[in-house]
């Protein structure tokens, strides 16, 4: 059994969020997409942007909005959205006190693949 633990793994500050990074995860898998654990601070939001892989974000804890493109909706714990690469997005958290948590899972898509990984 492999075994990682917050106190364990490091945490970045990126995109407006801490960022603790699942997958992928160095001498154990490398699956064809990787992942994060993501937290925006109460009242403070992602910073917007977009990138070259496609992405979903399952919110997990918290109460917030979400922008993807000109689309817009609050969002809650059990909230699954789906980003397509190029796809301007922006995260806020609407709570004073609770961050906003949710896994993100990102990819490229096969065309894309074959021209070169990027990563977020």
Known sequence: ?????????DLIRK???DIRQLYPWSGVV???WNSTLCSIRPEEASTAHSHDTDETFI?????????VGDEERE???GDVIYIPHG??????NTSGQDPLT????????PAQQRE???SQ
Do not use: E
């Not at 059994?1 to 793994?9: E, Y």
């Not at 919110?59 to 922008?67: E, L, T, V, Y």
């Not at 796809?87 to 806020?92: D, F, P």
């Open 75 to 77: 969002v809650a714990p």
């Open 1 to 9: 059994m492999h075994v990682k633990t917050a106190a364990d793994d």
């Open 15 to 17: 995109n407006g969020c």
């Open 59 to 67: 919110f997990i804890s918290g109460q917030g909005h979400a922008r």
């Open 30 to 32: 490398t699956p064809p």
């Open 87 to 92: 796809t301007r997005h922006i995260v806020t």
């Open 102 to 109: 949710f896994v993100s899972i990102y990819w490229l898509q």
């Open 116 to 118: 070169g990984d990027v």
